[in-house]
């Protein structure tokens, strides 16, 4: 069964893969994977995957079956495993518990050729209806306290399948990263007594500069603090905290910009790898005022080095300003200006 | 003039180049540097560098002329400006400041063809000394408050140039991932009156089996919650909070240390690439009881993802005393486990 083990310096949790632990030679350069081959993913390959938890499929067709447009299986490799109660102990001076857990594969299309770029916005609308789903149906689980969404698309950004899927990892605890956030969240609210979001929703909508597009329902901006170039958000306009209570509506209209920039930065940065990812309340939590979920996109365009890994300080080699404009439909046209990278 | 950039939520201060900024098309795949080429690191290139900063130099030998074996010299393409005040100003519910600091390079070696794990370790305890003697420098300018010292190797790992050298980022604010360790160094002396790191050393010591090697003042272990496959931990066996007071012998114990896990795992994991990072008190203290100086270095053998990026939460499938195994030189002998890649 995997660990989960507490750092006892920074208090951050990692999860130790014990039962299908790594010799040093499968992380040799000459040990990637080929590819091609066959696909566990595509329509008519259903029995190779964990039977399904959720599909959208034509109607008269049977489960685990060719027919659906949008499934989602258990990882036939999972980080963490269902069964199990949590288990919490010390060894000395550190702590560790059971990696419970649940780890799920959204196959976002039955085409192995077709990322939710090519995609239309219709279909991304159908994967975040999944995510929804499945976010209602883990939250049941009373040991389980947060689920994380995301997506790894290209190699570089940690996909190892090429048939477009997502992920839900669901945890026995909170993650640092994800009360960091709350944390952070709740004490501009102490202080100014507004959701920071909204507050920065409101200011990028009066200074355009970083707002990349809107439609109804979602704002589209570079974050003034961008850690990546083309780091860029997607947020509701409407204030909520909670991602499965997301509206018909604001489905429709993040599928809608999640897809219109998917495609854009697959034009203008050559099909760049990329994560996104969900933030959103933990299932211990309902409802905050201090809080608002939204989607990161990020394009992994540079390699985070040792001073990002040691100082969690970012150097971002393009102005979220200037990825605004280059973002915009008319983006094309602006002057070129030197490009450089900085050495090493 | 380069811009940090405060996160709103999270607290996180980012680097905003401004001035070399980057268009879509410097991302581009095929824009990837070609290897080859003119070096500015290299013996005979001097002049293409700027002045150096620091050399140590055969007797008789001019400043930026050859005969050095270990030379700094101010980045070229700084992330950060020396020059220049603080000033620190709002932009509406935002926070920023003018990117002063210093950015320098330590070049490692005039051979161009030798990393670190190939020469020797007297040769990596002058580098060692290069940084102690520069981080004693930087912290006389009152405007810095904290410089992180880190090698990329490899451009997996972030490197852009292949002549072997390690960098020095100085910068006006403590960055928050330092803080968190300072803090949680600090909550675990306030309940324990024990410092978080020898406790560490002393039950790693007596449990063995995540020690990969010791001499008479580095103790080199497999961290209990390492977050990436090998990642692997140098500390010094005695406690001392700030890397500047670094003694010789353990200048020298260090740079066996060092050098002996480089060639290791450039034997065992196919010269992969890797970071470093020394991690020590901010510029505005000098001892600290709660706090100990340490190396971590760790390679990158799996790509950062969504679920990483997200949560702060990290999946390891190479438990540490697995590495531990692997790392110690009889590690060639223990039975092979199946290899398997958990999925996407």
Same mark, same amino acid.
């Given at each position: 069964?995997?660990?989960?083990?507490?750092?006892?310096?920074?208090?951050?949790?990692?999860?130790?893969?014990? !039962?299908?632990?790594?010799?040093? =030679?499968?992380?040799? %350069? =000459?040990? !990637?994977?080929? %590819?091609?081959?066959?696909?566990?993913?595509?329509?008519?390959?259903?029995?190779? #995957?964990?039977?399904?938890?959720?599909?959208?499929? =034509?109607?008269?067709?049977?489960?685990?079956?060719?027919?659906?447009?949008? &499934?989602?299986?258990?990882?036939?490799?999972?980080?963490?495993?269902? /069964?199990?109660?949590?288990?919490?102990?010390?060894?000395?001076?550190?702590?560790?518990?059971?990696? *419970?857990?649940?780890?799920?594969?959204? *196959?976002?299309?039955?085409?192995?050729?077709?990322?939710?770029?090519?995609?239309?916005?219709? +279909?991304?609308?159908?994967?975040?209806?999944?995510?929804?789903?499945? $976010?209602? /149906?883990?939250?049941?689980?009373?040991?389980?306290?947060?689920?994380?969404?995301?997506?790894?698309?290209?190699?570089?950004?940690?996909?190892?399948?090429?048939?477009?899927?997502?992920?839900?990892?669901?945890?026995?605890?909170?993650?640092?990263?994800?009360?960091?956030?709350?944390?952070?969240? +709740? $004490?501009?609210?102490?202080?100014?007594? &507004?959701?920071?979001?909204?507050? $920065?929703?409101?200011?990028?909508?009066?200074?355009?500069?970083?707002?990349?597009?809107?439609?109804?329902?979602?704002?589209?901006?570079?974050?003034?603090?961008?850690?990546?170039?083309?780091? #860029?958000?997607?947020?509701?306009?409407?204030?909520?905290?909670?991602?499965?209570?997301?509206?018909?509506?604001?489905?429709?209209?993040?599928?809608?910009?999640?897809?219109?920039?998917?495609?854009?930065?697959?034009?203008?940065?050559?099909?760049?790898?990329?994560?996104? $990812?969900?933030?959103?309340?933990?299932?211990?939590?309902?409802?905050?005022?201090?809080?608002?979920?939204?989607?990161?996109?990020?394009?992994?365009?540079?390699?985070?080095?040792?001073?990002?890994?040691?100082?969690?300080?970012?150097?971002?080699? #393009?102005?979220?300003?200037?990825?605004?404009?280059?973002?915009?439909?008319?983006?094309?046209?602006?002057? /070129?200006?030197?490009?450089?990278?900085?050495?090493?």
């Amino acid at each position: 069964m995997p660990e989960l083990r507490k750092d006892p310096v920074i208090g951050r949790w990692v999860i130790i893969a014990t !039962e299908r632990a790594k010799r040093p =030679s499968a992380y040799a %350069k =000459s040990a !990637e994977q080929k %590819k091609g081959g066959f696909c566990p993913f595509c329509a008519g390959c259903e029995e190779h #995957t964990p039977p399904e938890v959720l599909s959208y499929r =034509s109607p008269g067709t049977e489960r685990n079956t060719p027919g659906w447009w949008i &499934r989602v299986v258990p990882n036939k490799f999972p980080a963490l495993q269902i /069964e199990g109660p949590e288990n919490r102990v010390g060894e000395g001076m550190y702590d560790k518990m059971s990696g *419970i857990g649940a780890h799920e594969v959204v *196959i976002e299309t039955p085409d192995h050729n077709k990322s939710l770029a090519d995609l239309d916005a219709r +279909q991304v609308s159908e994967v975040i209806w999944a995510f929804r789903d499945r $976010m209602i /149906e883990l939250r049941k689980d009373p040991r389980l306290r947060f689920a994380m969404i995301f997506k790894n698309h290209g190699r570089d950004a940690g996909a190892s399948l090429d048939h477009p899927h997502s992920q839900i990892i669901a945890l026995p605890v909170v993650p640092k990263r994800v009360q960091e956030e709350l944390d952070g969240a +709740q $004490m501009y609210h102490n202080f100014k007594e &507004r959701c920071v979001f909204c507050d $920065m929703i409101h200011q990028e909508q009066k200074d355009g500069v970083r707002v990349v597009w809107e439609n109804n329902g979602i704002l589209c901006l570079s974050p003034f603090a961008a850690r990546l170039p083309f780091e #860029t958000w997607l947020l509701p306009k409407a204030h909520g905290s909670c991602f499965s209570e997301i509206t018909k509506n604001q489905v429709l209209d993040l599928g809608e910009m999640l897809y219109r920039l998917l495609r854009r930065m697959k034009e203008i940065l050559d099909d760049p790898p990329y994560n996104f $990812m969900i933030h959103t309340l933990p299932f211990t939590e309902t409802n905050r005022v201090s809080y608002h979920w939204h989607i990161e996109v990020i394009p992994k365009l540079s390699r985070t080095a040792g001073f990002e890994w040691g100082t969690g300080f970012y150097i971002n080699t #393009t102005p979220p300003e200037d990825a605004t404009v280059y973002l915009r439909e008319n983006g094309a046209q602006i002057e /070129e200006v030197p490009s450089g990278s900085p050495a090493s």
